[in-house]
């Protein structure tokens, strides 16, 4: 079953995703402004500071995995209609469905060919 928070976070994939990649660029941006400050001082960036872009990468990986709210929301809708319950029950309707189909187009060719040959 398919509760109202299931349908908020399916919708907000999209914003926590550009969270994430915002967030990663903005941690490599701070690292690499402070870093041309320190470089401009001293020879050498405190190794304190790489983890500015170890967990601005990070954050670029994570908001790179997180799938879209289309995706997110085919990948729960899809299983909940193509399950053996649903299928079941629409099965014999669709072949009913076909058959009448079927039955329609040969009346419809049957009448046009007898219209075609009384002319």
Excluded: H, N
């Amino acid at each position: 079953m398919i509760s109202a928070w299931d349908v908020y976070w399916v919708m907000q994939a999209d914003s926590i995703k550009e969270l994430f990649v915002l967030g990663g660029f903005f941690l490599c941006f701070v690292f690499f402004s402070v870093a041309a400050f320190v470089w401009a001082e001293v020879d050498e960036v405190p190794k304190k500071m790489f983890s500015f872009v170890f967990a601005g990468v990070g954050f670029l990986v994570v908001g790179s995995l997180i799938p879209s709210s289309k995706t997110l929301a085919a990948m729960i809708v899809l299983p909940a209609i193509t399950s053996e319950e649903v299928v079941s029950i629409i099965k014999p309707e669709a072949k009913e469905l076909y058959e009448l189909t079927k039955d329609a187009l040969r009346s419809m060719a049957t009448e046009k060919s007898i219209e075609e040959t009384e002319k």
